[in-house]
């Protein structure tokens, strides 16, 4: 079931009502029997599958707690295998398999690797994660193991943040299932209107923007760089406004019931520093690799060349989550490289900037910051979204090569507007769009930096709750129309998209 669909459009007030007029006690019953329902509009055979996970950690958290010595060690061991087993299996199996019959040929040993083709459960990478938190915090004694095996069956299973996130820590969210929730109109208000601000991020800018992307990359050897180089731009935009739209409207929907889940999203694209922007990106992830992954490893209490191994696996590890290809792996490492680099060349780049005058005018380096962080993300991108490696790097070449000589050839014929509307409208061809569809792409991207220019750490609830009665209630209709009129529903979902990678269904790509 898609936020973005009619079935959930009847879901989500029914829920909340029907949670709202029962008593206490039955509500975490009422919501785990929800959640199994939301779950099931995928795949219902799944759901048997997850239950058995959900046994596996429920019973060796309560064995971890009660064991001494060496024995709680082997407990953890054999949760963490099982829930990693699971997602090896359907995730990476097919991943590894066509890898190593690619090295036994480059042996010259030939092998036909057989393929299981399964379909990747729905949110498996993000509910495998929050088990994996829980046994972890049970094993360092700062979580006490649950009893109600239901109460943690709905922490793995709650729906607003079941398909992807954000990935909750069972220190902030199970105890919250015990908390009563009265009906608040603050609470109601505010999550409605952060669900209606996430939706309008996710119908009316992603999904748009996903269809010059979607366009460009598909075949990159029929489109110019500069064509590569505006959906790669575009890709930035797209990623963000689906993720965290989702976010939103995750967030928005518990908190409506009085449940309050992390923030995930806080304007990445201002970061001026590749370091930053993932405090700023995907804030649950990024935390759970630095507490369970990084930290773990040494963190930076290490020298420097131990903390170099440190970041990189953590990276590694963090890419091949985000898909089972080598174009997430390579993604992953290339942050990696950029923070390491970062570090290395901080004092430098800190004497040139002083040297040049650009440190005494602090708007222009912040701005110079910036543009540097988006570009240098902008390079993952391009591999985030193509299809091969091979696909990347042409893409980078082309865009490098050709988008600049386009630019040249702009700046040229700059007194010659024929000349650079013709260039124009070979753009518009490659995309096969109108210029009043490009025309909404640029103003979406527009609204949006002009939204949270003005949030800057404050929700959309928030900032609207400032304003005059009239100004708000004409803020609140207007969201609405813009999603009704100038949403793109023909095609879009949160949903991964591949079957070894992402399952297709949809235009947006998202770690499942």
């Not at 490289?337 to 040297?355: D, Q």
Request: aromatic letters at 18%.
């Amino acid at each position: 079931m898609l936020f973005n669909s009619v079935k959930f459009l009847i879901f989500f007030p029914l829920v909340t009502a029907c949670f709202f007029l029962l008593p206490h006690r039955f509500r975490w019953a009422f919501l785990l029997l929800a959640s199994c329902v939301f779950y099931m509009a995928f795949i219902p055979v799944y759901i048997l599958f997850l239950l058995l996970l959900i046994t596996i950690d429920y019973t060796t958290a309560i064995w971890i707690e009660k064991a001494e010595g060496a024995g709680r060690k082997w407990f953890l061991v054999v949760s963490i295998l099982s829930t990693c087993l699971a997602l090896f299996v359907f995730k990476y199996f097919d991943f590894f398999n066509n890898t190593a019959a690619s090295w036994m040929a480059l042996a010259g040993y030939h092998y036909k690797p057989q393929h299981l083709g399964w379909l990747l459960p729905i949110g498996l990478s993000f509910h495998t994660f929050q088990s994996l938190s829980y046994v972890i915090e049970v094993y360092n004694g700062r979580q006490k193991a649950e009893r109600n095996v239901g109460i943690y069956a709905l922490y793995v299973m709650f729906y607003p943040q079941l398909v992807a996130g954000p990935i909750e820590r069972p220190g902030h969210l199970l105890k919250q299932f015990y908390q009563v929730q009265s009906f608040k109109y603050e609470g109601v208000s505010a999550g409605l209107k952060l669900m209606a601000w996430g939706m309008l991020k996710k119908v009316v800018i992603a999904d748009r923007l996903a269809l010059f992307v979607n366009s460009a990359y598909t075949s990159p050897a029929s489109v110019e760089g500069i064509t590569l180089l505006l959906a790669t731009v575009f890709f930035a935009f797209q990623i963000y406004c689906d993720f965290s739209g989702y976010t939103d409207i995750a967030i928005g929907a518990a908190k409506v019931m009085g449940f309050d889940l992390v923030k995930n999203f806080n304007r990445p694209y201002i970061s001026q520093s590749v370091a930053e922007f993932w405090k700023r990106w995907h804030i649950s992830l990024s935390s759970w690799f630095r507490d369970y992954v990084y930290i773990p490893l040494g963190g930076n209490r290490v020298s420097v060349p131990v903390w170099t191994l440190n970041i990189l696996i953590t990276f590694l590890i963090s890419g091949l989550w985000h898909g089972a290809n080598w174009t997430f792996v390579i993604w992953g490492l290339l942050n990696g490289i950029y923070i390491v680099v970062g570090r290395a060349t901080e004092k430098v780049r800190a004497l040139l900037c002083a040297r040049i005058g650009l440190t005494s005018r602090v708007g222009w380096h912040r701005a110079v910051k910036i543009l540097t962080t988006f570009v240098l993300v902008n390079i993952g991108w391009v591999f985030f979204r193509a299809g091969t490696v091979q696909d990347a790097f042409y893409i980078i070449k082309k865009i490098i090569f050709e988008g600049g000589a386009w630019c040249a050839r702009v700046v040229q014929n700059f007194r010659s507007p024929d000349v650079i509307l013709g260039m124009g409208g070979k753009v518009l061809a490659d995309f096969g769009l109108d210029a009043y569809q490009l025309l909404l792409a640029f103003l979406s991207i527009g609204v949006l930096l002009l939204v949270e220019s003005a949030l800057r750490e404050r929700t959309f609830p928030e900032l609207s709750g400032a304003w005059p009665v009239f100004a708000r209630w004409s803020l609140y209709y207007a969201v609405v129309m813009i999603v009704i009129c100038f949403g793109v529903f023909n095609r879009s979902s949160f949903m991964p998209r591949q079957q070894n990678l992402w399952v297709n269904v949809g235009v947006g790509k998202f770690p499942s």
